[in-house]
C-alpha cells in the first residue's frame, strides 16, 4: 500500500513562491509516476502537473505553464511542485497522487490508484 503525505502549503501573497513536498512511502517509489491536483471551493478537481515514473516526461495545465515545475528526487523518496508567481486563482487545497508505472497520456486521466490527504494553498491579493 502506497502513503503520500503532502506538506508545504501555506498563506502568501500574490506573486510569492511555495515549494510543494510529496512524499511517498510503501512500494517502490521509482515504478510510480505522480500528479498534483488542486480543487478550488466549489469547483472541479483539476490537474495541475504530473511526472512520469522515469522522470523523463512531465505535463502541465495551461494555467501554470512557466510558473509550476514539477521534479521527483529518487533518493528523497519525494516529488516537489515548485510554485512561482502564484495568483490568487491559484488557491486550492492541493494533493498528490501516485499510478504504477504511470506516463504518457496517462499522466493527464484522474485515475490516479492512491492520493494523499491535501494540503491548503492560499494565495492573497
Known amino acids: 500500500q502506497v502513503q503520500l503525505v503532502e506538506s508545504g502549503g501555506g498563506l502568501v501573497q500574490t506573486g510569492s513562491s511555495l515549494r510543494l513536498s510529496c512524499a511517498f512511502s510503501?512500494?517502490?517509489?521509482?515504478?510510480?509516476?505522480t500528479g498534483w491536483f488542486r480543487q478550488a471551493p466549489g469547483k472541479e478537481r483539476e490537474i495541475v502537473a504530473a511526472i512520469s515514473w522515469t522522470g523523463g516526461t512531465t505535463y502541465y495545465a495551461d494555467s501554470v505553464k512557466g510558473r509550476f515545475t514539477i521534479s521527483r528526487d529518487n533518493a528523497k523518496i519525494t516529488v516537489y511542485l515548485q510554485m512561482n508567481s502564484l495568483k490568487p486563482e491559484d488557491t486550492a487545497i492541493y494533493y498528490c497522487?501516485?499510478?504504477?508505472?504511470?506516463?504518457?497520456?496517462?499522466?493527464?486521466?484522474?485515475?490516479?490508484?492512491?492520493w494523499g490527504q491535501g494540503t491548503q494553498v492560499t494565495v492573497s491579493s
Open positions: 497522487a501516485s499510478a504504477y508505472r504511470r506516463t504518457g497520456a496517462s499522466l493527464v486521466s484522474p485515475n490516479y490508484d492512491y
Open positions: 510503501g512500494r517502490t517509489f521509482n515504478n510510480y509516476g
